[in-house]
């Protein structure tokens, strides 16, 4: 809250920065850009305004004020604001059921529900929230853009064929209103918005660079003037006030009018915002500009409140327009803010042209734009994308064609933000195996990494992707054990956590549960490659002291550490068949003929260990012990204690073993795992006084102790 009220002034500052860092030499391309899109806005403005029910001097008044405010106070340097056909639309469809259109409540609800939206979008900028238009999925604005195309191709075809009857936001009763009145079809009308779109269409096809919908508008102008076409039935757009966008009567304190829009001001702000910014972003991708969102949200906010205090209606980013102003030489915002004063000139010399041009003429060039609105080949891609943004694209057309709009868009933004919900709650879970070469771990995935490898049956290897935050703890947790129950026997998991970027009280609370888990059965939690905020926060939460640092391993060494000092090398050798990492290739490999319980199944007695020196020591004392090696015959061949006997466990498994009672023995392995096992045997057989090399022959090896080389046992035993 503090570092928002410390921005704000920055904000608002924006015009300052702009005449300050201002370059001269932009001067004339962003002059010339300017000229050329006020000459595409004009007629875009009438048109618009028409479409949402409103005088088109509305539509001028907005294409002047809008796109000056929005380019001072805005982030875009290319970026274009004013009339929309969508914003068009979802005015007519938030105004109808209030007042009719055209009225002076119609006229001053327009006025204030762009002051309402405008007041949304400064609030959401000023709050720094611009990172929420972050998780409006793309398949909302393109399934609400080929929604209102559909809507507005179907609305104007009223107005192309001379039609009377009372417009309505609903598809079907408009489409019945057609089917009805369609006999009664006036053919001049018909053939002014046919004419239209032929020579539109010619036009563009051999002079891209000409403003096709200004001579058009002037050519039919001139023909209703020249052959009295008005006077035959054809509907025109009337006269246009020359003169400078008036004050509105806003209706500022009619709270019951303030609640009835309220809704719609929202669903027009988001929408706007969703809109400008994408439009932002595309252009920036060509321009290398990096965009502020929340200064673009003031800057909309701004123009909109702007806009509607000076008799004009919602605006938001044009593509078009502002594609247009980048290919013309815009390099900074003035050229935006030109355009709007060009609007403003050029509606002071061709106000008395505009008095005939025919309403067909605008409808079709509606029906033209709507048509554009419709991205098929974008369609397409979400299409064949995931079934998520396949159903939101298809639902928010479905709204946007049966429901009131600002519900349509509120639907298509709440079933995006649900699918990430949903999509982020369902971090996947891999099972990890080591590659072929045994040099590094890689994820285990069905179809992906070829043959399915083995998984070691002491220790389960996996990967989380995801936040480990409170919406997906559960499925996190509910994974992992379910592959405990599939793989009993792992009593040791090891945790990959570089793809979990973060973590909070509810990811701790899982790990604590599956630590208690572990530990519950005998076995232990070890975690690998955990980012540094995730582990800032699993310290300052205690889950650090609780688990232990020494089980945060490196994953280079995190097997080795694993396989000598924590993993069970009696499973290894006499249980499993599997040589699943690089540490095993070389274990001898003894599978007992009938299976035994290497966990003796009697209570432990506690072990008495020996330290190495000490063990020396006795040795050359006057009543040394028995000192029994425990590892295979193999392993001891290469090095042992001297004096010391080759009783492997699988001859103490048996029962077997011809041990003296009446003298002290010691028992010795690599790291004294298979000792203190075979410590356990030994005392379920009647053997007393037994003790185990502390950590093994390595711990021999690091006091510098003499090691002897015994040949006399075959290799092959």
Not at 99 to 126: E, K, N, T, W
Not at 592 to 602: E, I
Not at 618 to 638: A, G
Request: contains cysteine.
């Amino acid at each position: 809250m503090v570092a928002a009220l410390r921005t704000m002034p920055r904000y608002f500052a924006r015009p300052v920065r702009l005449a300050r860092t201002y370059d001269r030499a932009n001067f004339q391309p962003d002059l010339v850009a300017g000229i050329t899109v006020g000459v595409v806005a004009l007629p875009q403005g009438l048109a618009f305004a028409i479409l949402a029910g409103l005088p088109p001097a509305m539509g001028v008044y907005t294409a002047i004020v809008a796109s000056f405010v929005a380019a001072l106070w805005g982030s875009s340097d290319q970026l274009n604001t004013g009339p929309t056909n969508t914003h068009s639309l979802l005015v007519f469809s938030i105004l109808l059921p209030i007042a009719q259109p055209g009225s002076p409540v119609y006229i001053a609800a327009a006025g204030l529900l762009a002051v309402m939206a405008g007041a949304f979008r400064v609030g959401m900028g000023l709050a720094r929230l611009g990172v929420l238009v972050n998780f409006v999925s793309d398949a909302v604005i393109v399934g609400f853009t080929a929604g209102a195309g559909i809507l507005i191709i179907i609305g104007q075809m009223r107005v192309v064929l001379g039609l009377s009857f009372p417009n309505s936001p609903l598809l079907t009763t408009t489409v019945g209103n057609l089917v009805v009145h369609v006999p009664e079809t006036h053919l001049i009308s018909l053939l002014l918005a046919v004419g239209t779109i032929v020579a539109t269409v010619l036009i563009r096809r051999f002079r891209r660079s000409l403003p096709a919908p200004l001579i058009v508008m002037g050519l039919s102008a001139l023909a209703v003037w020249a052959l009295g076409l008005q006077t035959l039935g054809v509907a025109v757009l009337g006269q246009l006030p020359r003169g400078l966008p008036p004050i509105a009567d806003l209706p500022l304190l009619n709270l019951n009018l303030i609640g009835d829009l309220s809704t719609g001001a929202l669903a027009l702000a988001v929408i706007g915002l969703v809109e400008a910014v994408a439009i932002g972003r595309a252009l920036s991708t060509q321009t290398g500009q990096r965009l502020d969102n929340n200064q673009e949200f003031v800057g909309q906010g701004l123009a909109n409140m702007a806009a509607g205090i000076f008799s004009g209606f919602p605006a938001s980013g044009s593509f078009n327009r502002s594609s247009l102003n980048l290919e013309s030489g815009a390099r900074t915002p003035l050229a935006s803010a030109t355009a709007g004063v060009a609007v403003l000139a050029i509606v002071f010399l061709l106000a008395p042209v505009a008095a005939y041009v025919p309403l067909p003429t605008i409808a079709a060039m509606l029906i033209m734009s709507a048509y554009g609105m419709i991205d098929r080949r974008e369609m397409a891609r979400i299409w064949n994308t995931t079934t998520g943004d396949r159903l939101i694209m298809v639902v928010t057309i479905a709204a946007t064609l049966f429901l009131p709009l600002q519900f349509a868009v509120l639907t298509g933004v709440l079933m995006s933000l649900a699918y990430y919900i949903w999509r982020t709650s369902l971090p996947r879970v891999f099972s990890v195996v080591p590659d072929g070469d045994y040099k590094h771990l890689t994820r285990q995935i069905d179809g992906v990494n070829g043959v399915e490898r083995d998984a070691c049956p002491q220790l389960g290897i996996l990967e989380i992707q995801g936040d480990l935050y409170f919406g997906a703890a559960q499925n996190v947790e509910d994974a992992v054990l379910h592959n405990l129950e599939r793989n009993p026997d792992q009593r040791y998991l090891l945790l990959r956590m570089l793809s979990v970027p973060q973590i909070d009280i509810s990811g701790i609370h899982m790990l604590e549960h599956v630590l208690r888990t572990y530990r519950e059965r005998g076995g232990d939690l070890f975690l690998v490659r955990v980012q540094r905020p995730v582990f800032d926060f699993m310290e300052s939460t205690g889950f650090v002291r609780a688990l232990g640092k020494d089980h945060f391993l490196h994953e280079d060494m995190a097997i080795s550490h694993l396989f000598y000092h924590v993993l069970d090398p009696a499973t290894c050798i006499y249980e499993c068949e599997l040589r699943v990492f690089y540490e095993c290739q070389n274990l001898p490999k003894r599978l007992l003929a009938q299976p035994a319980d290497l966990r003796t199944g009697l209570p432990e007695v506690p072990t008495e260990t020996v330290a190495p020196r000490d063990l020396w020591n006795s040795l050359r004392s006057e009543h040394p012990p028995l000192v029994c090696d425990v590892r295979e015959p193999r392993e001891f061949q290469r090095a042992h204690i001297p004096g010391a006997r080759s009783l492997p466990l699988s001859d103490i498994l048996s029962g077997t073993v011809d041990l003296p009672h009446d003298q002290a023995i010691v028992l010795a392995c690599r790291t004294g795992r298979r000792s203190a096992r075979a410590a356990q045997l030994l005392f379920g057989q009647g053997f007393e006084d037994v003790r185990v090399l502390r950590r093994g022959l390595v711990a021999w090896e690091a006091a510098g102790l003499l090691e002897a080389v015994d040949l006399s046992i075959p290799d092959g035993r």
